[in-house]
């Protein structure tokens, strides 16, 4: 049989798993679990997390011992002290940790890939008590799929699907069939099951549907979850599922590099690759929000004396975060007029100035309104390895303050540190106290420690909540 790029591409998911994991790679594990947990205890005090634990149990009945953020399982289906199923735990811990919007993200794949690789992982653990090295193999297997898929997928795919549902529906199926343990020929399938049901369309954000949003990768791992199981159990999948005439790329408008899906297998793990998100928005927002603030930092700006606003930014920004004006808050997090408006004022953005917006603001709306947003064909050029976005402010004394961004706080080229990681916990989940703080940063760096690698991985359902 000929060889096509979906085989080169299992082949070397099931090859990383025989070589030690890199020093580098594991740190960036524990940086990728250690933002899993920021995200979902940031949103598992929203109603939306309440909704989304009830629907979980009702889709995918019956308890058991996996964890869920903020889960009491008393009075929302489950028996008292019990948990829920993988399945159910997967499906709510996906969704409920893009509420926020501070999941990681990455440029050229453009979707959130921790949400798609640790939720199967964590979940299968807890219900199969898998050890700490397969957890890591499976995660970064997650990661490595999802992100090459979705690079390859570019950036047309990404203009009309929400590639953490489509791409990260194969993330999720490659994270779980390595937990299970899948040979070659079952982790093929599973991804070509994945494929099949691999959706997620734009048009949730043009229909003002953004609260439906934690869904799509809700959706994309209990899809990854059900074709590893389906693969495990006999069932065939698409072989050229990327590549085949009536595959992926070719119905759901890939226009990227199809080599990232088989090429460059020595290049360091994908999971190297991903952003951490410095701000509780839309990724595609953040360089304007790093220009803002550098502008603040750099002069003495007080918003009374602004103006006008000119921000430019690259054209695909505003397909996904192009909300004139919020109208509820579910809204704040893709208004660039809002999150500039916000910083401008105070210097910063935080999770309350998302949760509840003041969106009546009189001193808001009348910076808001001395906000123009251009786009710049230029910028788009150099997107998606590049998001460059461009805030000039005219002040009442005649100065042109500007400041160009062209990579985001907490890109690879500009990482956190694990003392950084530790306090955007902290501002990102208000929640949190110290104790919680120091048992779930404890525990991510265990995962990643190769000291503990035949050791089980159970997730401590203490992490999970209050």
Same mark, same amino acid.
């Given at each position: ?30 940086? =990728? ?9 940031? @949103? ?30 008393? @009075? ?6 019990? !948990? ?19 999941? *990681?993200?990455? +440029? =050229? ?9 640790? /939720? ?15 957890? =890591? *193999? ?11 898929? !979705?690079?390859?997928? !570019? ?9 953490? =549902? ?39 954000? *043009?229909?003002?549907?953004?609260? /439906?949003? /934690? ?31 009536? @595959? ?25 690759? $991903? ?53 509820? #808050? ?16 105070? @210097? ?17 709306? $009348? ?10 064909? %230029? ?16 002040? %009442? *004394? ?10 985001? +706080? ?18 990102? $989940? ?19 420690? #190769? ?7 159970? #997730? ?7």
């Amino acid at each position: 049989m000929h060889p096509i790029p979906e085989d080169t591409l299992v082949r070397h998911v099931l090859s990383l798993q025989t070589r030690p994991i890199p020093p580098a790679t594991r740190q960036r594990l524990a940086q =990728a679990l250690l933002d899993w947990y920021t995200a979902g205890w940031s @949103g598992m005090p929203l109603d939306a997390a309440s909704r989304l634990r009830g629907l979980a149990l009702r889709c995918h009945p019956g308890a058991g011992t996996a964890a869920v953020f903020g889960a009491t399982y008393a @009075g929302e289906g489950g028996g008292s002290g019990a !948990g829920m199923n993988a399945m159910a735990a997967a499906f709510a811990n996906a969704g409920i940790a893009h509420l926020r919007e501070i999941d *990681d993200a990455h +440029r =050229a794949a453009m979707l959130h890939p921790a949400i798609v690789a640790v /939720s199967p992982v964590l979940a299968l653990a807890a219900e199969r008590h898998i050890t700490q090295r397969r957890a =890591a *193999d499976a995660i970064i297997a997650g990661y490595e799929v999802s992100l090459r898929v !979705g690079e390859a997928l !570019g950036t047309r795919h990404a203009a009309n699907f929400h590639a953490t =549902a489509t791409a990260g529906a194969l993330g999720a199926a490659a994270a779980a069939g390595v937990a299970l343990g899948l040979p070659a020929e079952q982790l093929h399938h599973a991804l070509g099951i994945a494929a099949t049901q691999a959706a997620g369309l734009w048009q949730l954000v *043009d229909d003002n549907a953004h609260e /439906s949003k /934690s869904l799509h990768p809700a959706m994309a791992v209990r899809n990854g979850l059900t074709a590893a199981h389906a693969a495990q159990a006999g069932f065939p999948g698409a072989r050229a599922f990327f590549t085949g005439k009536r @595959g992926m790329y070719a119905l759901l408008a890939g226009d990227g590099d199809i080599a990232a899906l088989d090429g460059a297998c020595d290049a360091p793990e994908r999971i190297n690759t $991903a952003t951490i998100k410095a701000w509780p928005c839309c990724a595609q927002l953040f360089t304007p929000l790093d220009a803002a603030q550098q502008l603040l930092r750099e002069h003495d700006v007080r918003p009374e004396d602004i103006a006008a606003v000119e921000v430019t930014i690259f054209p695909h920004a505003l397909k996904i975060a192009g909300v004139h004006w919020p109208a509820k #808050p579910a809204e704040a997090a893709f208004c660039l007029r809002y999150v500039v408006a916000r910083v401008l004022m105070t @210097g910063t953005l935080t999770i309350e100035d998302m949760e509840a917006p003041d969106l009546d603001s009189t001193a808001l709306l $009348a910076l808001a309104e001395r906000i123009t947003v251009k786009t710049d064909e %230029r910028f788009q050029q150099v997107f998606p390895r590049k998001r460059p976005g461009r805030v000039t402010l005219s002040m %009442r *004394d005649g100065r042109r303050l500007s400041a160009l961004r062209e990579l985001r +706080r907490g890109d690879p080229e500009l990482p956190y540190d694990w003392a950084g990681m530790l306090a955007r916990m902290r501002a990102f $989940a208000p929640a949190m106290d110290d104790r919680a703080a120091t048992a779930i940063a404890t525990w991510c760096a265990r995962l990643a420690d #190769p000291a503990h690698d035949a050791e089980r991985c159970d #997730p401590d359902p203490a992490l999970f909540t209050v």
